[in-house]
């Protein structure tokens, strides 16, 4: 299941259903909109689409982001028959944010991957993104690819980067992947999914991200 705040990774999804033998799911949970569509009122944008809004009362342009992945494990389990104990969860920058919370907040995920996080949307929604990172982990193995210009917390060494890779989590046998942030020092932010390939640096980075975060998949999904 896949969560991004812009499009752009439409190959990856393609990919990763064919090299894995999985279905794949990309929510748009921004009904068509980007971040590009409001580069002047962006923060009042990302308030439009909280996690959730159980017992608030909310305008109709609402839309909690907890309904669309309810929904989607429903639409996987009623149309392709996927076991609901067997869906991993992958977000690119917003969508890192929006699975990470969804983890936290008792979704089933199996394994979470994360391109670029932007976990640091949780304290715009008013939460805690080291109380959120600190919950999640414990509940799934976390793997995130981080950005040269991305918040040191989540590079290795840093806070959140400390708690997913201390995490423990019960294997029969030695994973490939261990939960844990990669920094990739020379990328910026965004180099995943929207990152310029006919640069060779971000080519090579791009597809290094990409195929160790297939294996992190592959180690702790049933493929």
Not at 9 to 32: E, P
Not at 109 to 138: N, R, W, Y
Not at 172 to 177: T, Y
Not at 195 to 211: H, I, M, P, W, Y
């Amino acid at each position: 299941m896949c969560m991004d705040c812009r499009t752009g990774y439409s190959l990856f999804v393609i990919k990763l259903a064919a090299d894995l033998n999985l279905y794949v799911v990309a929510i748009d949970c921004f009904r068509g909109e980007t971040k590009d569509d409001h580069l002047d009122d962006f923060l009042d944008w990302v308030k439009k689409h909280p996690y959730d809004i159980s017992g608030v009362q909310t305008a109709d342009n609402i839309h909690p982001v907890k309904n669309d992945i309810e929904w989607c494990f429903e639409f996987l389990s009623e149309q392709f028959g996927v076991d609901k104990s067997n869906v991993g969860a992958i977000g690119f920058c917003w969508g890192v944010w929006a699975m990470t919370k969804a983890i936290s907040s008792g979704i089933p995920f199996k394994c979470g991957l994360g391109f670029h996080p932007s976990i640091k949307l949780e304290d715009i929604h008013g939460g805690d993104q080291v109380s959120m990172a600190k919950t999640a982990s414990k509940k799934v193995p976390l793997f995130y690819c981080v950005a040269g210009n991305d918040p040191d917390n989540i590079k290795p060494g840093g806070e959140v980067a400390q708690i997913i890779s201390s995490s423990k989590h019960n294997t029969e046998e030695l994973k490939k992947q261990q939960p844990k942030c990669v920094e990739f020092p020379d990328m910026i932010h965004g180099w995943v999914s929207r990152g310029d390939t006919s640069d060779e640096n971000v080519k090579r980075d791009a597809e290094k991200a990409l195929t160790i975060g297939k294996e992190f998949l592959a180690d702790w999904m049933q493929t």
